[in-house]
């Protein structure tokens, strides 16, 4: 079993500033891809930045290329998400997820529970 727990998440002002972060943990042989999603109030789940294993080659949607930076740690399985010049439509729970490859080599993506972020205009 694994899982995967945020923080970082709060109430920020518009062209704040947040650090998210996101902990894998359990039964972990390797972590391929990392990454973040959001779902807006009443919006359907987006992915918003992916990272590989290697950590080159990040993607991000284009609503956030510029301001949000994807990182992560191997050593401590963990993912960031800096997240630069905040928007009120960046409001929305921020879950991570992780391309999981378990010690019994089962392979399945895992997300989070999820952290609030809201913008304040």
């Known amino acids: 079993q694994v899982h995967l727990v945020e923080s970082g998440g709060g109430l920020v002002q518009a062209g704040g500033s947040l650090r998210l972060s996101c902990v894998a943990s359990g039964s972990i042989f390797k972590i391929n891809a990392m990454g973040w999603g959001r779902q807006p109030p009443g919006k359907p789940r987006e992915l918003v930045a992916v990272i590989p294993s290697g950590g080159g080659n990040t993607n991000y949607a284009d609503s956030v290329k510029g301001r949000f930076t994807v990182s992560r740690d191997n050593a401590k399985n963990t993912v960031y998400l800096q997240m630069n010049s905040l928007k009120p439509e960046d409001t929305a729970v921020y879950y991570c997820?992780?391309?999981?490859?378990?010690?019994?080599?089962?392979?399945?993506?895992?997300w989070g529970q999820g952290t609030q972020v809201t913008v304040s205009s």
């Open positions: 997820h992780a391309d999981v490859t378990t010690v019994a080599r089962a392979t399945f993506t895992s």
